[in-house]
C-alpha cells in the first residue's frame, strides 16, 4: 500500500543537537511538506518543496532545515538554533498541480531532554 | 496572507445528534479549495470533505456536509447522526488555486475544534 512513513515515532533531544526527522512517501508526489502541530495553535507550516532539489520557507522555517536530494525523501532537521522544538511533526505530500489534498505521515513527537 | 480561523476550541454533541462547526477564512483570492479534516487521538489527520470555490453546491460525504458561503467567507462543518468514532478535533484548511505561484499547495490552518460526543 502507497503511504507516508515518518520516524521515528518518538525523538528525544538535548540541548545543542541537531536532530533529523525522516519522512518517505512512496506515492509518486512531486509535492512535500513540513507542519509542526503545538496544542491551541493547529498546523504550520515550516517547509515545503515542489519539485526535487527545490524547497521554499513557510511560516515558521527559523530554526529548521531541509533537503529534497530525491522524490521520495524530505528529512527536516531541527537545529540547536530552534529554541522550543517540543511539538508534533506532521510531514506530507500531495500531486503538484492539481487540487488533490495533501496525504500525510502518522507523525513524530519531539521532546527536550 | 490568507487566515483561517476556527472559533469554536470545544464542541460536545449527543451520540445520533447533529453538531455543527464553524470555520471562516480571510481571503483576496477567487479560485480556492477548502478542506475539513479529522485528526482522533492517534494523531492521524484524515480529509473528512473538501470543496471547491468555484461550485455552488455544497460538499457531502455520507454524514458529512458542509455549509459554504463564499460571500461570507464562511464554511461550516455539520456532522449528522454523529457516532462514538467522530470524537477528534477537526482542522478547518485553506488552499490556494493559484496555480502561479510557488506557495501553490500549501495548507493554512484553522486552530482546531475538540468534538466530543456523549453517548
Known amino acids: 500500500d502507497g503511504g507516508i512513513t515518518q520516524s521515528p515515532k518518538y525523538l528525544f533531544r538535548k540541548e545543542g543537537q541537531n536532530v533529523t526527522l525522516s519522512c518517505e512517501q512512496n506515492l509518486n508526489h512531486d509535492a512535500m511538506y513540513w507542519y509542526r502541530q503545538d496544542p491551541g495553535q493547529g498546523l504550520r507550516l515550516i517547509y515545503y518543496s515542489q519539485i526535487v532539489n527545490d524547497f521554499q520557507k513557510g511560516d515558521i522555517a527559523e530554526g529548521y532545515s531541509v533537503s529534497r536530494e530525491k522524490k521520495e525523501s524530505f528529512p527536516l532537521t531541527v537545529t540547536s538554533a530552534q529554541k522550543n522544538p517540543t511539538a508534533f511533526y506532521l510531514c506530507?505530500?500531495?500531486?503538484?498541480?492539481?487540487?488533490?489534498?495533501?496525504?500525510f505521515g502518522d507523525g513524530t513527537r519531539l521532546s527536550i531532554l | 496572507a490568507q487566515t483561517v480561523t476556527q472559533s469554536q476550541p470545544e464542541m460536545s454533541v449527543q451520540e445520533a445528534e447533529t453538531v455543527t462547526l464553524s470555520c471562516t477564512y480571510d481571503?483576496?483570492?477567487?479560485?480556492?479549495?477548502l478542506f475539513w479534516y479529522k485528526q482522533p487521538p492517534s494523531r492521524q489527520m484524515i480529509l473528512v470533505i473538501r470543496?471547491?470555490?468555484?461550485?455552488?453546491q455544497n460538499a457531502t460525504e455520507n454524514r458529512f456536509s458542509v455549509n459554504f458561503q463564499k460571500a461570507a467567507k464562511s464554511f461550516s462543518l455539520k456532522i449528522s447522526d454523529s457516532q462514538l468514532g467522530d470524537a477528534a478535533m477537526y482542522f478547518c484548511?485553506?488552499?490556494?488555486?493559484?496555480?502561479?505561484?510557488?506557495?501553490?499547495?500549501?495548507?493554512?490552518f484553522g486552530q482546531g475544534t475538540i468534538l466530543t460526543v456523549h453517548p
Open positions: 470543496q471547491e470555490a468555484y461550485k455552488q
Open positions: 506530507a505530500s500531495s500531486i503538484r498541480g492539481q487540487p488533490r489534498p495533501q496525504h
Open positions: 484548511a485553506y488552499r490556494s488555486g493559484n496555480t502561479g505561484g510557488t506557495s501553490y499547495g500549501k495548507l493554512t
Open positions: 481571503t483576496s483570492e477567487s479560485d480556492y479549495y
